[in-house]
Every structure is written in structure tokens, then in C-alpha cells.
């Protein structure tokens, strides 16, 4: 039964504390602030950090970096990573996990995901908070010489809000609602409550704090589909001196949600499904997802030439899937078989990364140096508690009756299907110098040496295995500065990352780790007297040593690669003082160019849209007309069409689909109001899933109306 309950509810976004500025040097204290008028705050940014783990200007690194600011993720009401997807150039959805999503038409992995720079996610079922989020920054490309493990797609780092002197505290309510034909408005609604408080602790500022508190309950347009989340974020920050710093801290997070496959297709037909709100799970189906994370960042100078950073992140995450899962659907009578499965994952990661950076001068020439040592432990049990079809018949596809599963098997609580341990520890060095040869041309030179052991036992069965694998792993980058406002790049980057332990070859030894190669081009440009910028690239990826069954043997292989090449671009501009503009479009023809079945030789990889388009703009009205009024938004999200598989007998074929976004916003002293409304026409559209038994579809029309309260 559907929950109903009526919202006045939340969202958090903190007010922001810095106005970012369209030129920079790379010392932080000299980026230029621009002040805006009607409270417009930009998009624009003045500095990057993830290519070169510190702040560097954009028009100096020879790599594509999108980023999302905080002002932006606070216009866009954006609750979770997810939610700022569609306005990402290169990145396409590719399912509701953490890590589910694609990058210049690659698959990312968790790893894909750092915090501050570390593995470690806290959540694996849903995509991560971004009640604690500053910034998002996405580098494209290979980017193992200073983060190892990594897809050659590239990663998204989050950078976390951090604990300030001036005393703030940030209280946000959101409520939303659905206005379509299956779920009205007012009949499954949801909330969010954030608080978020930063200060002095001490008089002397010695002593910073900050605690963010999230809360939030969603009911779905989806049948039964439940899901209730709580985050805390206490953090400290200790100023030792004024030239070191230690900032630790915690994060607790609790997400507990009905499980969801989405829908399926019948005859791998889109057209063929049911509608958007049917539900093949159980009411008690569940994904549980639990986290407690510690780190720490140690911040020093050495001297007056290096400084020190010393960043590390450990986790301690639980995730229990109980479920009737999609398993195959029956093309013949339009029914779905189910899976049962108890499915209990414990997961340890401990990280930690120690680099030093500072910059020197050999006769003329100029020399960023950056040394750093990185590794990790983990430790990953999969226990399948329970694993099997179900005893339930099929059901329908289009007319489910549910609530009357029976699990696979009748066994010991205790027992176990299957029960996986795998301990991985891995270690890399890397050095890196960014060299200045004269007023136009910058290269970039960077080498990493990467070691991994890992240690296997199926303790069921007591097989075991070990690996050890190893690589060195270059980045070369040229710029030229044609102008002070006009750069030219070339960059070639590679990556590395072990296959799994699990997948032996037909004599039972592991395969080589999976290899990508990037070659990039690309300029990046300031415009119109410096109130809009511009950043072009080519790219083109290889990634090979990919371990695919061949379908003739049964046998794993290392035959498989993928090729991946395209272009992308993004424009930011403020034309005028209150209005300001985000956009951009990617081209990526990603395909499987070598592999052992021919239903996947020359196929798309699975969703990796040829075209990606969006656009956001914010308009603020004049002082003479704000009264309440503050602004108006209007976004537009375009995907084309996109595969579930690479594999021709299971995928499905995602139609194209462009969805447009609006939001009011409402200001005065210290409160605001903002109304979103996402895809206002009511497009039906799907945006993840794997072959024909898993369909997410998109979210039809949304409503939220968020009360903000800044002291």
C-alpha cells in the first residue's frame, strides 16, 4: 500500500561562501574574486584540483576537467550525485548503483568515485549525498599515475565541505511530490531536512567545526518503493600553526530502501513493457546499505619551497540485498522467472595517500614538482546466504500478482550458498613536474609504479587463489599558450586496473590487468572580454586485455577491447551580471573491437549515447523588480539512443529522449524558497538497466518546493 503523506519539507544547499573567479594564478591567496550583483553567484571556476592534487589554473592542465560547484548542485536542487548527471558532459546514467554511470562511454567502477582524492565510498545501493558536497570535479581520461586502480574513462572526485571560521548555520526543508498519470500529486510524496552549522570553537580560531546533519524519507511513483536515509558529518579542523593544519572527521551513513529492478522487456522490445510503476519485487524485498568512515588530511609546509599532504580514509560498509530478483524473461508467455537471493556484503578499505608538491627553477625553466606515495587494504566478504530460482511461478509481465514468493531452498540460517574472501593490499609511488618553458609553452611529465597482492578463498568450497600484479603507468601533456586567454593541448595518459582474482584463463593462472591508452587534443579559451569560457577536446581510448567468456569453450579469455572516440564541448558564460549560462555536448562512438562472440564483435558498449546534450541558465531579476522574485532556471537534458548490453541476443535499445527542468527562486534577509519542476512535460524515458531484465525508468514529473533558512 502506498504511503500518503503531505510534504513541507527540504533540501540542503548551504550558502555559499566564496564567489568563484574567471581568472587565476596558481597560488590560492592570488585568484581573483569577481563580485556579482543580484545575489547571482557563479558557475565559473577559478581553479581545478584533481589533475595535478592541487590548485592549478584550468588553462595550465592538458586534460579535460568538468566541474560542478556548489551553486550550481544548489540551483539545480540536486539530493544526490546522481541528480547533477544529466548536466555533466561525456556522463550517461547507466543504472541506480554509486558507481552506475559511464564515462566517454566506458563503464566506472567504484573506484571511479573518490572523496577528497580516496577510495572509499560510503554507499554502494544509491548514489551518494550531496549534503556534504563543495564541489564535484570530473577528470576524463586515464588518471592512474596519481590515483592508480582506475576505468580509462576518467573519475569523479568529491570534494567535501570543510569547517570555517565564521560562524553559519544552514537549515534546508524540501518536500516533493509526482504530478503524472500513475502517482498524482500528493500521493507519493518525500522529504529532506538538512542542517548544517560551521564556526570557531575557540575565540583564538585555533579549533574550527562543522556538523551536517541529513535526513530525508521518499515514497516513489513505483509501487511500494520506499526508501528512508540518515547522514551525519561531524568535522574538525585543528590550525596547529600558520602554515600547518589537521582536519578529521566522520561520516555516518544508514540507507534503507525497498528493492527495485525496474521493469523488463519482452522480445528485448522497449516498446513491449509495462507501465512505469509496475514492480516485480516483494513489499519485504530490501536493499540495506550501512557505513561508518573515519579520515583525516594533515596540511604543512616543509619549507618555503615544498609543502606536505598527508590524506587518509578508512571505511567500514555492510550492504544486504534480500530480494526476488529479474532473472530471465519468457518471450514465449510474457512472463518473468525470479531469483532468490539473501545476499550479505561486508566490505574494509583503508587508504591513504602522502604527496608533497612545490616548485623549483632550473636556469629559465620552471618546475612544478609533485612526489607522492598512495595504498590501500581491503577486505571484501560476498556471502550468498541464500542463492537459487524460486519455487514461486512466473508472473506476468503486465499483470504481476506478487506476495507469494517461496525462497529457492529450505536451510540453516547459519549455511551459506557461496561465501567469498578476497584481501587486496596495493601500493604505487608517482612523481610528476608540470615545466614551464617559457611564456607559452607548459609540458607535463608523470610516472607511476602500481603493486597489488591479492589473496582468494571460496570458503564453501575452500578454493583459494592468489595474484600479484604490477605496472609502470606514464602521462605526457603539452600546452601552448597561444594568448592569455587562449590555450592549445595535446596529452596522451594511460591506466591500469587488475582484472578480478576470480576470472582464471583455461590453466587456472590470472590474466594481465586491463589497459587503457588516451590520446587528447584540445583548446581552452576565455571569451567575450572574459565572461564566458570555452573548452573544446578530441579523445580517443583504447582499452584492451578485457576478460570475456567465449561463448564456443565456455572459458574466460583476455580477447576483448574496446575502442572509444569522440569530441566533447563545454561553454560557461555570464553575459550580463544576473545572467549566466552552462552547457555542453558530447560525441562518442564507443564500440567492441575485439572480442570472442560474434552477438558482441562491432557492437556499441552499453550506454555509451553517440550524442549528449544539455544546457542550464539561470536568470535573476533586477533589484527595482526582485521584491520576493530572485530568479528563474530553465535546464534541457538530451540523450540518444542507448543499448543495454553489447550483446545483440540480450540488450534492448533505449529510445532518445530530451527532458526540460524549470525552477523559481524566492529570496528575502535570510530565507529562500525555491520550486523545481523536473522533466515538465512528463517525458517517459528510461536512463539505466542490464539486457531485457533490468529497465529503470526515468522519473516522470516532479515537484519540490524547499524552504532555506542562513544564519
Request: hydrophobic content about 35%; glycine content about 6%.
Given at each position: 500500500?502506498?504511503?500518503?503523506?503531505?510534504?513541507?519539507?527540504?533540501?540542503?544547499?548551504?550558502?555559499?561562501?566564496?564567489?568563484?573567479?574567471?581568472?587565476?594564478?596558481?597560488?590560492?591567496?592570488?585568484?581573483?574574486?569577481?563580485?556579482?550583483?543580484?545575489?547571482?553567484?557563479?558557475?565559473?571556476?577559478?581553479?581545478?584540483?584533481?589533475?595535478?592534487?592541487?590548485?592549478?589554473?584550468?588553462?595550465?592542465?592538458?586534460?579535460?576537467?568538468?566541474?560542478?560547484?556548489?551553486?550550481?548542485?544548489?540551483?539545480?536542487?540536486?539530493?544526490?550525485?546522481?541528480?547533477?548527471?544529466?548536466?555533466?558532459?561525456?556522463?550517461?546514467q547507466s543504472g541506480i548503483n554509486a558507481n552506475s554511470f559511464t564515462l566517454r562511454g566506458l563503464p566506472a567502477s567504484l573506484q571511479s568515485i573518490q572523496i577528497n582524492g580516496l577510495p572509499g565510498l560510503a554507499s554502494r545501493f544509491g548514489s551518494p549525498t550531496t549534503a556534504n558536497v563543495e564541489r564535484i570535479e570530473v577528470l576524463k581520461g586515464p588518471a592512474s599515475v596519481l590515483y592508480g586502480q582506475l576505468e580509462p574513462g576518467g573519475l569523479v572526485n568529491i570534494?567535501?565541505?570543510?569547517?570555517?571560521?565564521?560562524?553559519?548555520?544552514?537549515?534546508?526543508?524540501?518536500?516533493?511530490?509526482?504530478?503524472?498519470?500513475?502517482?498524482?500529486?500528493?500521493?507519493?510524496?518525500?522529504?529532506?531536512?538538512?542542517?548544517?552549522?560551521?564556526?570557531?570553537?575557540?575565540?583564538?580560531?585555533?579549533?574550527?567545526?562543522?556538523?551536517?546533519?541529513?535526513?530525508?524519507?521518499?515514497?516513489?511513483?513505483?509501487?511500494?518503493?520506499?526508501?528512508?536515509?540518515?547522514?551525519?558529518?561531524?568535522?574538525?579542523?585543528?590550525?596547529?600553526?600558520?602554515?600547518?593544519?589537521?582536519?578529521?572527521?566522520?561520516?555516518?551513513?544508514?540507507?534503507?530502501?525497498?528493492?527495485?529492478?525496474?521493469?523488463?522487456?519482452?522480445?528485448?522490445?522497449?516498446?513491449?513493457?509495462?507501465?512505469?510503476?509496475?514492480?516485480?519485487?516483494?513489499?519485504?524485498?530490501?536493499?540495506?546499505?550501512?557505513?561508518?568512515?573515519?579520515?583525516?588530511?594533515?596540511?604543512?609546509?616543509?619549507?618555503?619551497?615544498?609543502?606536505?599532504?598527508?590524506?587518509?580514509?578508512?571505511?567500514?560498509?555492510?550492504?544486504?540485498?534480500?530480494?526476488?530478483?529479474?532473472?530471465?524473461?519468457?518471450?514465449?508467455?510474457?512472463?518473468?522467472?525470479?531469483?532468490?537471493?539473501?545476499?550479505?556484503?561486508?566490505?574494509?578499505?583503508?587508504?591513504?595517500?602522502?604527496?608533497?608538491?612545490?616548485?623549483?627553477?632550473?636556469?629559465?625553466?620552471?618546475?612544478?614538482?609533485?612526489?607522492?606515495?598512495?595504498?590501500?587494504?581491503?577486505?571484501?566478504?560476498?556471502?550468498?546466504?541464500?542463492?537459487?530460482?524460486?519455487?514461486?511461478?512466473?508472473?506476468?509481465?503486465?499483470?504481476?500478482?506478487?506476495?507469494?514468493?517461496?525462497?529457492?531452498?529450505?536451510?540453516?540460517?547459519?549455511?551459506?550458498?557461496?561465501?567469498?574472501?578476497?584481501?587486496l593490499s596495493n601500493y604505487g609511488a608517482y612523481i610528476q613536474d608540470v615545466i614551464s618553458l617559457n611564456e607559452h609553452w607548459i609540458a607535463m611529465v608523470g610516472v607511476r609504479y602500481e603493486k597489488q597482492f591479492v589473496d582468494f578463498i571460496e570458503q564453501v568450497s575452500e578454493e583459494t587463489n592468489d595474484q600479484i600484479t604490477d605496472a609502470f603507468v606514464p602521462s605526457l601533456g603539452a600546452i601552448y599558450k597561444a594568448t592569455d586567454k587562449l590555450s592549445i593541448y595535446a596529452s596522451y595518459g594511460e591506466s591500469f586496473n587488475p582484472n578480478s582474482v576470480e576470472d582464471t584463463n583455461a590453466d587456472g593462472g590470472s590474466f594481465d590487468p586491463e589497459e587503457g591508452k588516451q590520446f587528447e587534443i584540445g583548446a581552452k579559451a576565455f571569451l567575450f572580454e572574459d565572461k564566458a569560457n570555452i573548452s573544446v577536446a578530441y579523445f580517443d581510448i583504447v582499452q584492451d586485455n578485457i576478460v570475456e567468456n567465449n561463448p564456443e569453450t565456455g572459458e574466460d579469455e583476455l580477447l576483448g577491447e574496446v575502442e572509444s572516440s569522440g569530441f566533447e564541448i563545454e561553454f560557461l558564460a555570464q553575459p550580463i551580471d544576473n545572467w549566466q549560462i552552462k552547457s555542453g555536448y558530447a560525441y562518442v562512438d564507443s564500440i567492441i573491437s575485439k572480442s570472442p562472440s560474434e552477438t558482441t564483435q562491432g557492437n556499441a558498449t552499453a550506454f555509451a549515447p553517440k550524442n549528449d546534450f544539455y544546457l542550464w541558465t539561470r536568470y535573476n531579476a533586477t533589484e527595482t523588480f526582485k521584491g520576493w522574485l530572485t530568479g528563474v532556471s530553465l535546464g534541457i537534458n538530451h540523450e540518444s539512443e542507448r543499448f543495454t548490453s553489447s550483446d545483440t541476443s540480450t540488450r534492448v535499445e533505449l529510445p532518445s529522449y530530451t527532458t526540460f527542468d524549470t525552477a523559481v527562486y524566492f529570496e528575502r534577509d535570510n530565507y529562500s524558497i525555491a520550486l523545481n519542476i523536473e522533466n515538465i512535460f512528463d517525458k517517459r524515458y528510461f536512463d539505466g538497466g542490464t539486457r531485457d531484465t533490468i529497465l529503470y525508468p526515468g522519473e516522470p514529473r516532479k515537484i519540490s518546493l524547499t524552504f532555506s533558512a542562513n544564519f
Open positions: 500500500m502506498k504511503k500518503r503523506f503531505w510534504l513541507m519539507s527540504i533540501i540542503c544547499t548551504s550558502a555559499v561562501t566564496d564567489i568563484h573567479a574567471q581568472e587565476v594564478s596558481v597560488d590560492e591567496d592570488e585568484i581573483e574574486v569577481i563580485q556579482v550583483v543580484g545575489k547571482q553567484e557563479s558557475y565559473l571556476n577559478a581553479a581545478v584540483s584533481t589533475a595535478t592534487k592541487g590548485l592549478s589554473d584550468p588553462f595550465d592542465v592538458p586534460f579535460t576537467v568538468n566541474t560542478i560547484n556548489d551553486v550550481f548542485l544548489s540551483d539545480l536542487r540536486a539530493k544526490t550525485l546522481s541528480d547533477a548527471y544529466g548536466y555533466t558532459t561525456g556522463l550517461s570534494s567535501t565541505k570543510k569547517p570555517q571560521a565564521e560562524q553559519s548555520i544552514n537549515f534546508d526543508l524540501s518536500g516533493q511530490t509526482y504530478d503524472t498519470d500513475v502517482s498524482s500529486a500528493g500521493t507519493d510524496n518525500g522529504f529532506t531536512a538538512t542542517l548544517d552549522a560551521t564556526g570557531a570553537l575557540t575565540q583564538d580560531e585555533k579549533w574550527l567545526y562543522r556538523l551536517i546533519v541529513s535526513v530525508d524519507a521518499i515514497n516513489s511513483y513505483r509501487d511500494n518503493v520506499d526508501q528512508e536515509s540518515y547522514y551525519l558529518f561531524p568535522t574538525l579542523t585543528y590550525r596547529m600553526s600558520d602554515i600547518s593544519e589537521l582536519t578529521f572527521g566522520l561520516e555516518l551513513v544508514k540507507e534503507n530502501a525497498a528493492a527495485d529492478q525496474g521493469l523488463v522487456a519482452l522480445n528485448n522490445d522497449i516498446n513491449q513493457t509495462a507501465s512505469i510503476n509496475t514492480r516485480y519485487q516483494e513489499d519485504g524485498d530490501v536493499d540495506n546499505d550501512e557505513a561508518f568512515v573515519a579520515f583525516a588530511t594533515y596540511k604543512s609546509a616543509i619549507n618555503d619551497v615544498f609543502d606536505l599532504t598527508a590524506n587518509w580514509r578508512s571505511v567500514w560498509h555492510e550492504d544486504n540485498r534480500i530480494l526476488f530478483e529479474n532473472n530471465s524473461v519468457n518471450d514465449d508467455d510474457g512472463t518473468l522467472r525470479r531469483r532468490d537471493r539473501n545476499q550479505l556484503n561486508k566490505r574494509e578499505y583503508h587508504f591513504v595517500d602522502i604527496n608533497s608538491r612545490g616548485a623549483i627553477q632550473t636556469g629559465n625553466i620552471e618546475h612544478e614538482l609533485l612526489f607522492g606515495f598512495n595504498g590501500g587494504y581491503e577486505v571484501r566478504d560476498f556471502d550468498r546466504i541464500r542463492f537459487g530460482v524460486a519455487i514461486t511461478p512466473n508472473i506476468d509481465i503486465f499483470n504481476p500478482v506478487l506476495n507469494e514468493g517461496v525462497p529457492s531452498v529450505e536451510q540453516d540460517s547459519n549455511e551459506s550458498v557461496n561465501d567469498r574472501v578476497t584481501e
